[in-house]
């Protein structure tokens, strides 16, 4: 029987970087990605290593437009890619690219952007369920309803594993709008869960107390929703914070919305953060989640290149992906 399989939409082009020879010890991300081929790297391929990763592109713009922001996300994976490219590779795991997910132009009528996180949700689903670690480079935050589709219809959430969210953002995201957008994902979340007989454990790091209303913050009071305010994210603050909420997982999908950090690093995104959490503080999160073993799933969103400064922004994502992986 021909088994139908959840393919994006453009297929991976060839990864870009400096040359300095062909061994191991020269590697780079640019030589050490390949193409996503369904049969790739069944777990195990890598002797000893760790499950491989594939990098697929949510490229879309449609979410922050609905949200009334500066567009120009749906160019990101490709500059994410762009500054992986050139990093030398200590990873030990295999990492493939699958390609992108394109969300066209249109109306809200038209949903293209529901029908585009759909299909991504079926190709981060599929892909879990072949026993990888999946990374999604979006877009705008609208990502994160594709990532959770994705997350949610894998057998591992679906045969009852407890799934925590973690969210770093200055924003809780949790708007309640006619349309779905940049700023409605976790409400949305909660409500499809709440339709599944269970209850959102979301959580967030960095928000920003004058960039969400009261309504906001009473939503997310109503949802029971976990989170630590920008000004209170000392490192060892927000490492028992992180610490408790992986307590109370099972499996974890983390997103990182650029704009957690100040404005100064990165200040490709649509909004950026007049404060902002300081950038060792983010990159230790990462790497207390990467050592959790309970990384699932991960995404970065909000990357603007049409607003970036020396790929500064871009290189801060690829950082973060190079240590979550690692
Ligand atoms: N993903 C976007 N979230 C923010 C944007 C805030 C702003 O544009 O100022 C939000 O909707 O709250
Ligand atoms: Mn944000
Ligand atoms: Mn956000």
């Known amino acids: 029987m021909e088994i139908s399989r959840a393919v994006a939409d453009v297929r991976p082009t060839p990864w870009t970087g400096r040359f300095d020879g062909d061994g191991d010890e020269h590697r780079r991300w640019w030589q050490a990605v390949a193409p996503h081929t369904p049969d790739a790297a069944a777990p195990g391929a890598r002797d000893a290593g760790s499950r491989a990763a594939v990098v697929v592109g949510f490229r879309s713009d449609e979410g922050v437009r609905r949200n009334k922001g500066r567009i120009g996300a749906a160019?990101?994976?490709e500059a994410i890619r762009q500054a992986l490219g050139p990093l030398a590779f200590h990873l030990d795991r295999d990492v493939f690219d699958a390609g992108d997910v394109v969300v066209e132009d249109g109306s809200v009528e038209a949903g293209s952007l529901e029908a585009g996180q759909a299909r991504a949700g079926r190709v981060i689903s599929e892909l879990l369920d072949g026993g990888k670690l999946t990374v999604l480079l979006g877009g705008g935050h609208e990502t994160a309803f594709a990532s959770y589709l994705g997350v949610a219809g894998s057998e591992t959430v679906r045969g009852g594993k407890r799934l925590g969210v973690l969210n770093l953002d200055a924003h809780f995201d949790l708007r309640d709008e006619?349309?779905?957008?940049?700023?409605?994902p976790f409400l949305q979340m909660a409500r499809a869960e709440a339709a599944e007989g269970r209850e959102l454990n979301y959580a967030v790091v960095g928000i920003s107390e004058p960039n969400n209303t009261r309504t906001l913050f009473n939503t997310a009071d109503r949802l029971g929703v976990k989170y630590l305010l920008d000004e209170e994210c000392s490192a060892e603050a927000v490492q028992e914070f992180v610490a408790r909420f992986l307590d109370s997982v099972d499996v974890l999908y983390l997103t990182i919305d650029l704009d957690v950090l100040p404005a100064s690093v990165a200040p490709g995104v649509?909004?950026?953060?007049?404060?902002g959490v300081p950038l060792p503080v983010i990159?230790?999160?990462?790497?207390?989640?990467?050592?959790?073993g309970k990384l699932m799933h991960l995404d970065v969103a909000e990357l603007n290149p049409e607003f970036d400064i020396d790929s500064r922004t871009a290189k801060v994502a690829a950082?973060?992906?190079?240590?979550?992986?690692?």
């Not at 006619?178 to 409605?184: E, I, M, R």
């Not at 990159?283 to 959790?292: F, Y």
């Not at 950082?319 to 690692?326: A, S």
């Open 270 to 275: 649509s909004a950026p953060a007049a404060y």
């Open 178 to 184: 006619p349309v779905p957008s940049s700023g409605t």
């Open 283 to 292: 990159s230790a999160v990462c790497k207390q989640v990467a050592t959790s």
């Open 75 to 77: 160019a990101a994976p």
């Open 319 to 326: 950082r973060l992906v190079n240590t979550l992986l690692g």
